[in-house]
């Protein structure tokens, strides 16, 4: 089976916080996260590689996540904002040293109203 | 900072007739380069990546450090290729085995029967 994201869709309203999450592909222990809209693109957040945080993008720290042993990923964004409306996608990646393999998920579409 | 431009928003061709998207970046050193598609209603997924010199589904990309361009390819573009493009850049300092990308904000191609 293929990258899992969950919810598919939500709405929230400004100031409520959400958390989103991800299942990589069986044997992937890197997960990223990317936040997807009209205006900006595919912009990175954060990267994740056995439960240690490798890299963050350039947001606020309203933006946090975190991976488990198994893998999986969770994103959380707080005090939202009408800005964080998007596309959120998780993509799931080989290990180094592995042949070169890159999943995407389906997305969660976050609507801040 | 990094930075990937895909000039063209809309690209619209016949079929049969060739067909380059274009990517240019910025970077101060030796990045890595990839396209990735997004045909509709599917997930992004990679098409290629610049060191596996490959091609797939007859598309072809080549690095020009001169130019610092990496633009996608193909002789005769086929109706299933009409899809969004987007062409991304890892800084290969990010650290080993690190996936994070900068992409660009994509092109959409139509190929017109």
């Known amino acids: 089976t293929g990258v899992t994201q969950s919810p598919t869709h939500l709405i929230k309203t400004r100031g409520q916080q959400v958390t989103l999450s991800c299942s990589p592909i069986?044997?992937?222990?890197?997960v990223s996260w990317y936040q997807q809209t009209p205006g900006q693109g595919l912009q990175f957040l954060f990267e994740?590689?056995?439960?240690?945080?490798?890299n963050k993008g350039n947001f606020p720290g309203r933006f946090s996540g975190r991976q488990f042993s198994n893998s999986r990923s969770e994103m959380n964004v707080s005090t939202l904002e009408l800005g964080d409306s998007a596309l959120y996608l998780c993509?799931?990646?080989?290990?180094?040293?592995?042949?070169?393999?890159?999943?995407f998920g389906p997305g969660t579409r976050l609507t801040v109203t | 900072a990094q930075r990937v431009t895909q000039p063209e928003k809309l690209l619209s061709v016949f079929k049969g007739a060739p067909v380059e998207l274009k990517c240019n970046y910025s970077?101060?050193?030796?990045?890595?380069l990839f396209w990735y598609v997004q045909y509709s209603r599917q997930r992004l997924q990679l098409l290629l990546r610049?060191?596996s010199r490959e091609s797939i589904k007859g598309f072809t990309a080549d690095l020009n450090k001169g130019e610092t361009s990496f633009h996608l390819k193909k002789p005769f573009a086929q109706e299933e290729d009409s899809a969004i493009y987007y062409c991304?850049?890892?800084?290969?300092?990010?650290?080993?085995?690190?996936?994070?990308?900068?992409f660009g904000k994509g092109t959409k191609l139509s190929v017109i029967p």
């Open positions: 994740y590689f056995s439960e240690t945080q490798r």
């Open positions: 970077y101060s050193g030796s990045p890595e």
């Open positions: 610049h060191i």
């Open positions: 993509v799931s990646s080989s290990m180094p040293g592995q042949p070169y393999e890159q999943y």
């Open positions: 991304a850049l890892r800084d290969p300092y990010s650290g080993a085995g690190s996936y994070q990308l900068t």
């Open positions: 069986s044997g992937h222990r890197s």
